[in-house]
């Protein structure tokens, strides 16, 4: 598996100072401008295995999100339910739930 050590080092470390010639751990040079000491090889690949986890724990958002209906649908049904018709507030909704029901939040 490759990690990503330049995610990680921003997620754990954000606002300090390195940089990273090539994609290894032995190429990481931690700048004494920093508070912290250098993270270990271990601290990085751990975070990398976080954030990787994250970002597929979260798949299913990134499915959903371009098949939702538009806001614009949801004003304007918003509108009429205020006027008495819910029936374009039913179909947005029931729009939401097919795309929920095609992209499942995982357990």
């Known amino acids: 598996m490759t990690y990503d050590l330049v995610k990680a080092l921003k997620s754990l470390y954000p606002g300090s100072f390195w940089s990273l010639n090539g994609d290894s751990y032995s190429g990481l040079t931690w700048s004494n401008e920093n508070k912290s000491s250098k993270p270990t090889e271990e601290e990085l690949i751990s975070e990398c295995e976080r954030l990787q986890a ?7 958002q990134r499915q959903r999100a371009p098949e939702y209906p538009d806001l614009k649908e949801l004003a304007d049904a918003l509108y009429w339910n205020s006027k008495g018709d819910s029936s374009k507030l039913e179909e947005y909704y ?14």
């Open 54 to 60: 994250e970002y597929e724990r979260t798949q299913y």
């Open 94 to 107: 029931i729009k939401c739930e097919e795309i929920k029901n095609k992209y499942p939040k995982p357990q």
